[in-house]
């Protein structure tokens, strides 16, 4: 395989831009902190709660104003395209793709939908049993205990979600030879 670097072209390619790396592992950090803590340590779940909040507000922004591989038109696709690339990773011969691949894409639009239900019934949750936050007084105690299972289920379906993607990086950095993880704390990937 000739070496790219020997004949003029770039051994790497900046593609994951800083905003898209610190908000992609902020997102970890908030959303482990949500997800671990409860009960005694209610205000540190409302505010990790909160953060992740605000950092799918600020995805959804960059995802139309950001640069080429964060907004959504670069990696959102038709499902059946989606499903024969998962189909392909899954028989070790997807396409590589520059940017998110048609299955990363689904998954950053399914977390992104996930994370922003939870993050809603988190508010009414909070709202109505607690009486605080943004949400104060707008429900009833009655209310937010009734939302709290559906509060959890979506809380638990984005951590399997979560646990899917990190599968799919590993499988997809074995298959195309690449160490996605790497990628996304640098920003670059080989052409």
Request: glycine share 8%.
């Amino acid at each position: 395989m000739p070496n790219p670097a020997r004949n003029g072209a770039p051994s790497q390619v900046y593609v994951w831009d800083l905003f898209v790396r610190v908000f992609h592992w902020t997102l970890v950090a908030a959303f482990t902190i949500a997800y671990f803590t409860e009960d005694d340590l209610l205000k540190v779940h409302v505010w990790a709660g909160y953060l992740v909040g605000a950092l799918i507000v600020a995805r959804v922004v960059w995802g139309f104003v950001g640069p080429r591989h964060a907004r959504f038109s670069d990696f959102v696709c038709a499902p059946a395209t989606t499903l024969a690339y998962v189909r392909d990773l899954l028989l070790f011969r997807a396409e590589r793709h520059l940017g998110h691949s048609p299955g990363g894409g689904a998954m950053v639009i399914l977390l992104l939908l996930f994370l922003a239900a939870t993050v809603v019934t988190g508010l009414v949750v909070y709202g109505g049993e607690q009486q605080a936050g943004p949400l104060a007084g707008m429900f009833t105690k009655d209310t937010g205990e009734a939302l709290e299972e559906v509060h959890d289920l979506l809380a638990n379906i984005t951590l399997a979600l979560i646990l899917a993607h990190i599968a799919a990086v590993i499988l997809a950095s074995f298959v195309h030879r690449e160490n996605l993880v790497r990628a996304m704390v640098t920003g670059y990937k080989r052409p």
